[in-house]
C-alpha cells in the first residue's frame, strides 16, 4: 500500500503533463489562427467589392467621345466592368445581393445600381437629383456617377457561435464627371 510520501511524489512527476498543456493550447490557437484567416478573407472581400464599385463609377461617369455629344456607357457595361474587378480578386460577381427597385433616375444591371449624371452633393442626400447635360463644375453643382451593391460574406467557424454567420457588405462609389 502507498503511504502519503510516495503519493505525494508520484503526483509532483511531469510525466505527460507537455501532452496535456498541448491539448488544451492547441485548440485554442487553432482557432485564433482560423479567426485571422476569415477576418482577413472578409477585409480581402471588403476592399475587392469597393474597388469594384470605384471602377464601375469612374467607367460610369466618363463619357464615350469627348469631342461629340457625350454618350454615356450602358449600365450592362459598368456591371461587366464591376465583373471583371471582382473576378480578378477570386471573389464570385454572381453572388450580389437583390437590392429591389433602383431610386428614381437609376438603372439596375446585374443586382448592381448605377446613376449616371446625378449631383454627387445634393442639398437633400437621401434623394437622387438628375443632373441633365454636364454642367460647369462649381462647388454647389457637382454632377457624377454612383454606383451601389452588397455582397455577403459568411463566416464558417467550425466548433463555435459564429458557424454560418451571415455579414452583409455593401460597396457605394461615385465619380465626378469629367468636362
Given at each position: 500500500?502507498?503511504?502519503?510520501?510516495?503519493?505525494?511524489?508520484?503526483?509532483?512527476?511531469t510525466d505527460g503533463a507537455e501532452i496535456l498543456e498541448a491539448a488544451?493550447?492547441?485548440?485554442?490557437?487553432?482557432?485564433l489562427l482560423l479567426g485571422i484567416i476569415w477576418f482577413g478573407r472578409a477585409f480581402n472581400i471588403y476592399s475587392t467589392i469597393q474597388q469594384a464599385a470605384q471602377q464601375g463609377a469612374i467607367k460610369a461617369a466618363r463619357a464615350t467621345c469627348a469631342t461629340c455629344t457625350p454618350t454615356f456607357p450602358a449600365a450592362s457595361l459598368v456591371a461587366t466592368t464591376v465583373s471583371a474587378v471582382m473576378l480578378a480578386s477570386s471573389v464570385d460577381p454572381a453572388q450580389i445581393i437583390d437590392q429591389g427597385t433602383p431610386p428614381t433616375g437609376c438603372t439596375t444591371s446585374?443586382?448592381?445600381?448605377?446613376?449616371?449624371?446625378?449631383?454627387?452633393n445634393p442639398?437633400?442626400?437621401?434623394?437622387?437629383?438628375?443632373c441633365g447635360s454636364p454642367p460647369a463644375p462649381s462647388p454647389s453643382k457637382i454632377c457624377g456617377a454612383?454606383?451601389?451593391?452588397?455582397?455577403?460574406?459568411?463566416?464558417?467557424?467550425?466548433?463555435t457561435s459564429l458557424n454560418?454567420?451571415?455579414i452583409i457588405m455593401t460597396a457605394q462609389a461615385q465619380s465626378r464627371m469629367e468636362n
Open positions: 500500500m502507498l503511504n502519503a510520501q510516495q503519493i505525494t511524489r508520484e503526483l509532483r512527476g488544451l493550447i492547441l485548440p485554442l490557437v487553432f482557432t446585374s443586382k448592381i445600381t448605377i446613376c449616371q449624371q446625378v449631383l454627387l442639398s437633400n442626400p437621401a434623394q437622387i437629383q438628375s454612383l454606383v451601389t451593391f452588397e455582397y455577403p460574406f459568411t463566416f464558417n467557424f467550425p466548433g454560418m454567420q451571415r
